[in-house]
């Protein structure tokens, strides 16, 4: 459920409708598909494996006149066609259109948008679906959520005919005011199959929209609505029962052979009425032909029903010849009691006895959608594949095992990492801790629990015998000579502390020689080190990763290259007489590194082959080693077992797990790791800052303001008050948001006047475009001067007044450039073309009096015609949108602060904290900054005079400017860059505040930007020490000029965060 809402894409996904997603007691299954295009639509088709329940259709004709047709359908039938599952007619149906009311309107861009996601991908995905029988399929984009159920009697394109009926979903949500929508042809009296329905819910409530299709699937209309109005002549495709393709439940050869009568199958609200009709015989005679006790009375959806005399076939099922079980698999409407009935299987608490060792089996009130059951004696089914299992028997391709293997022990994860019930590998409590459900069950779990069915559990193994020998080892970073202060020079080590010190880092040329130019003078003084082992180590995060340097690990091990590598280096250890040299590759096999390509499976087996060969060319007194991460993700790529019989030693890089290595560590978790092998390790803290030990801090003291800090900062280690500094933005960031919600909420006026100065601008700035003497929008109309309907001349505009004269006359304008006119008016000027008119304008001067003629009044008519004017219905983009979508993102920024602070508390951030302080206040400043705007936009209120008007505009402007990079929605930030924008030209400021934040936010390459990017942006790097680190080096690296063109408020605040962390500034 949570991966579900996490997804940021349009998804179309089913379950099973009778296990309620907000079960606590229940595993939901999701099948869940992503849909970047509408062109995805028939793969899924195709893949879903989503198969109607096999069923006998009822008999029932669609006619106006049967009292049990539903109260929607008309008899009209017109154009008529085949589809696979019979021939399709066009019936007029009268839609139900009920709606639930909500205090919050929810009609905005971002809930358009995902409401018409959902509907044009399911509308897509039906009209591809050649499927029989009745569906469901659900989804989600966003917060909308949106359900459809499709009746046996319906061609899956009907459904795709009533979605089409949304797409104006904004007209829809303003006339209704709702937050669900729903559109049914249901009547009293409806079955299952006459029943069409679509249900939707702009909360991110996919239990509402569950338990609405539920209620279809068992004939139920809805009730309970705020409103309802009808829907006449609705085309839809529906397809007459006694043509739909029916598909026995049982292979015929099954079934056992004697006198049997003719026969259906109960359906959703069906009743000893609707049966009879269907049959074509009397209530009494269906009675008599089914001589059960209270029969009308008891009649169960899917129970098969005699029509005649004679006996019901044995549809009950029967062990295969190979003494597995009968298999099926659950559909999306499925209790154990409907399958029983279908299945003529006449308690259905067998069922539950035949599962007992099914895999996935956690009893008959959670069926999941897809899996496989047992409806007979035998041995249990291989369960369905899972496309994105690990390890288990649902990974895709596995068959039976023959040789008495477990099912559980098949595909077992790397490393001997944890499988759970899922078929995904960890080593923490989640994926590790076997917790099978109440049945017992094979491949189950209690609720809220992964379980685990292979190398379970975090005992510590392998841990009797103490190591031959302990080493301490410190990462010497060369590259702190990058930085423009606190300098460290390996002379500064104090070698009495470690045993071992390496050398971070040497690099490796694109042909493969060793390279530690830009650094020898300290290089030189680290070979003179005495008292301590010297190793040379290769690689580090950046050179891993780095888009020019990633590929020479990976050609560097591969089988045309790993012995020039080797050698070279070899060589240089020996030539430098270090004591041995180090690797840290940053990850072979990775397939998600942000910015460079996946790596490939092969590249841990060659980095093996290459570290045997430097073991071969280095004499036996030098050492080898590399480090490892201890994310099993990134392990899984090393052959750890094998390379730990080749190295010396492995550097684990452990940063914020824990285990044994923590001994006698205050501020270590109880928790330990379990990999079921040995190597002799150490444990790495290399980072950003230089290896010295973690200083004290007092970790009860907190401040309110950064203020306060900076005021005592000076007083803590820097380390200390980096840490400080992080808690204190989420309590600044906690103020500033409860102040940005009330600017939301109560600032509706000031976002009003906004949008009335635009408009009142607009006709002073056209004006001045075309100002006849040298208004530079002339230039795209042709002039027709007309001087009493005798003389015509035209001419590029303007006419000078002199050659106009006097007198009456007509002046024709003739826009000659409209794409010069209109990007101009909108570059320059601001005036977007839906505010601009042409018409016609009385330039005469009205005079009225002999004193106006002596004053210079001239006599006569003079119009204008075709001349451009503001349009009577401009309409101005409100920033509110803008402003609001921003407010969302706040909590997801308050996380990151707050997570990241208590890393920093807990010991457990493996990066500097020096750059989480500098990032993390960024976007802060930037919604203090949005706060401080919309209070002074408060103190200037309704303005009169025009500059006031001006200042108003351009602080709302600031505002919206410095939340456009907390805007998740992509294309309403760049909607809202464009609005501003807009009124920023219209303006006509291009030296203020304003001016120079635009210039900044606009562009996604100024530093800034790509900061903010890296961090809140649709391709976020994540919360980690290696995004961080680059987030803070493109920080440090950008002059304070370059900042201070952020606002007033920005700059104070970075200011602040640099005096408290004391960082050194560009």
Not at 464 to 480: C, H, I, Q
Not at 765 to 785: I, K, R
Not at 838 to 854: H, P
Not at 978 to 999: H, S
Request: proline content about 5%; glycine content about 8%.
């Amino acid at each position: 459920m949570a991966s579900l809402t996490r997804c940021n894409e349009t998804i179309l996904f089913d379950l099973n409708l009778n296990t309620a997603v907000d079960d606590p007691l229940a595993h939901q299954t999701f099948r869940a598909c992503a849909m970047a295009d509408s062109g995805n639509s028939q793969d899924l088709i195709q893949r879903r494996g989503i198969i109607s329940r096999q069923q006998l259709a009822p008999n029932i004709t669609v006619s106006s006149s049967s009292s049990t047709t539903t109260s929607a359908t008309t008899s009209t039938l017109m154009d008529n066609n085949t589809s696979s599952c019979g021939h399709v007619h066009q019936a007029q149906a009268t839609v139900d259109v009920s709606w639930w009311a909500v205090n919050n309107h929810a009609s905005n861009t971002h809930a358009a948008n995902g409401f018409a996601s959902t509907a044009s991908q399911l509308e897509n995905y039906l009209k591809r679906d050649d499927t029989c029988g009745k569906s469901v399929l659900f989804s989600k984009a966003g917060d909308i959520v949106m359900g459809v159920y499709i009746g046996s009697q319906y061609d899956k394109s009907g459904a795709a005919q009533l979605l089409s009926g949304l797409h104006d979903y904004e007209n829809l949500l303003d006339k209704y005011v709702a937050s669900q929508l729903a559109l049914e042809v249901c009547g009293d009296k409806s079955l299952g199959p006459e029943i069409i329905a679509v249900f939707i819910d702009t909360t991110g409530n996919i239990s509402a929209v569950q338990t609405a299709l539920r209620g279809w699937n068992e004939a139920k209309c809805l009730t309970g609505f705020s409103g309802q109005e009808l829907w006449t002549k609705v085309s839809l495709s529906m397809i007459p029962p006694s043509e739909i393709s029916i598909v026995p439940g049982m292979k015929s050869q099954t079934l056992s052979r004697r006198d049997t009568c003719s026969y259906t199958q109960a359906v959703a609200g069906d009743g000893c009425w609707s049966l009879a009709e269907r049959c074509g015989i009397t209530q009494d005679d269906l009675e008599s032909y089914n001589p059960v006790s209270d029969f009308c009375n008891t009649i169960e959806v899917g129970q098969y029903v005699c029509c005649s005399s004679g006996s019901l076939p044995d549809f009950s099922p029967q062990p295969n010849a190979d003494g597995s079980c009968y298999t099926y698999t659950i559909q999306f409407g499925d209790l154990c009691s409907t399958i029983a009935n279908t299945y003529n299987i006449p308690d259905a608490t067998k069922i539950e006895a035949y599962n007992s060792e099914t895999w996935g089996w956690e009893g008959c009130s959670y069926l999941m959608i897809g899996q496989n059951i047992c409806l007979s004696s035998g041995d249990p089914p291989m369960p369905a594949a899972v496309a994105n299992a690990q390890c288990g028997p649902q990974v895709p391709g596995t068959e039976r095992p023959t040789n008495g293997t477990a099912l559980a022990d098949l595909n077992p994860c790397p490393l001997n990492a944890c499988c759970d019930i899922w078929g995904e590998c960890g080593i923490t409590d989640d994926f590790c801790t076997a917790d099978p459900a109440d049945t017992g069950a094979p491949g189950t779990a209690q609720p809220n629990s992964n379980g685990c069915i292979s190398n379970c559990g975090t005992n510590i193994t392998n841990n009797d015998a103490t190591p031959a020998e302990f080493r301490r080892v410190g990462y010497y970073e060369s590259f702190n000579w990058d930085r423009p202060c606190l300098h460290m020079s390996p002379s500064d080590i104090d070698t009495n502390i470690y045993t071992h010190v390496h050398y971070a880092f040497a690099t490796i040329t694109s042909d493969f020689a060793v390279n530690i130019s830009g650094y020898t003078d300290v290089f030189d003084q680290f070979v003179q080190l005495n008292g301590t082992k010297r190793i040379l180590s290769f690689g580090g995060w950046s050179f891993s990763t780095d888009t020019d340097t990633y590929p020479i690990f990976r050609s560097g091990v591969s089988d045309d290259e790993r012995s020039l590598f080797a050698t070279n280096v070899a060589q240089f250890i020996t030539e430098y007489d270090l004591d041995g040299v180090d690797f840290d590759w940053e990850y072979p096999g990775a397939p998600d590194i942000p910015g460079i390509p996946a790596g490939s499976p092969t590249d841990g087996p060659n980095y093996l082959s290459f570290l045997k060969l430097v073991r071969a060319a280095l004499p036996d007194d030098k050492s080898v080693s590399i480090a490892a991460p201890a994310s099993y993700w990134y392990l899984k790529g090393f052959p750890i077992k094998d390379i730990g019989s080749v190295v010396d030693y492995i550097i684990y890089m452990t940063y914020d797990l824990h285990g044994q290595w923590d001994y006698g560590n205050t501020f270590a978790n109880d928790w330990a790791l379990d990999l079921a092998e040995d190597w002799e390790t150490g444990v790495a803290s290399d980072g950003d800052e230089t290896a010295d030990a973690t200083p004290p801090c007092d970790l009860s003291l907190t401040f309110d303001t950064l203020d306060a800090l900076a005021a005592v900062a000076t007083s803590y280690d820097p380390y200390c008050a980096q840490i400080y500094a992080v808690d204190t933005l989420g309590s600044e960031l906690a103020v500033a948001q409860f102040n940005y919600t009330t600017v939301d909420t109560d600032y509706d006026d000031y976002f009003g006047y906004y949008v009335d100065y635009i408009k009142e601008m607009v006709p002073s700035v056209l004006n001045s475009f075309m100002n006849d003497v040298n208004g530079p929008g002339n230039q795209y109309f042709d002039c027709t001067w007309n001087r009493d309907g005798v003389n015509t001349t035209t001419q590029i505009c303007p006419f000078p007044d002199i050659e106009l004269g006097e007198g009456s006359y007509k002046l024709y304008f003739t826009l000659v450039n409209g794409t010069g006119f209109y990007n101009d008016l909108e570059s320059n000027y601001g005036i977007d073309a839906s505010w601009v008119t042409f018409g016609e304008v009385d330039m005469s001067d009205g005079c009225t009096n002999t004193v106006e003629l002596e004053e210079g009044c001239q006599l006569g008519t003079r119009t204008w015609y075709g001349f451009p004017q503001a349009a009577s219905n401009i309409v101005v983009p409100n920033p509110k949108d803008v402003v609001t979508a921003a407010g969302a993102n706040m909590t997801t920024l308050m996380d990151q602060i707050q997570e990241t602070s208590v890393d920093l508390l807990l010991a457990q951030w493996d990066g500097s904290a020096l750059d989480a302080a500098q990032v993390l206040a960024m976007p802060v400043a930037l919604v203090q900054q949005a706060v401080t705007s919309m209070a002074q936009v408060k103190a200037i209120g309704k303005a009169e005079e025009e500059a006031q008007k001006k200042e108003l505009i351009l602080t709302i402007v600031t505002a919206v400017l410095a939340v456009v990079p907390l805007v998740g929605d992509a294309s309403l930030a760049a909607a809202g860059l464009e609005d501003v924008a807009r009124a920023v030209a219209l303006v006509g400021e291009t030296t203020n505040a304003a001016f120079n934040l635009y210039t900044i936010v606009s562009d996604p390459a100024s530093a800034p930007m790509a900061i903010l990017g890296m961090m809140l942006g649709s391709a976020a790097l994540g919360r980690d020490s290696q995004s961080f680190a680059k987030m803070g080096k493109l920080r440090r690296d950008t002059s304070e000029d370059a900042l201070s063109d952020m606002g007033e408020v920005f700059t104070e605040k970075n200011t602040l965060i640099n005096t408290i962390v004391r960082s050194c500034t560009a």
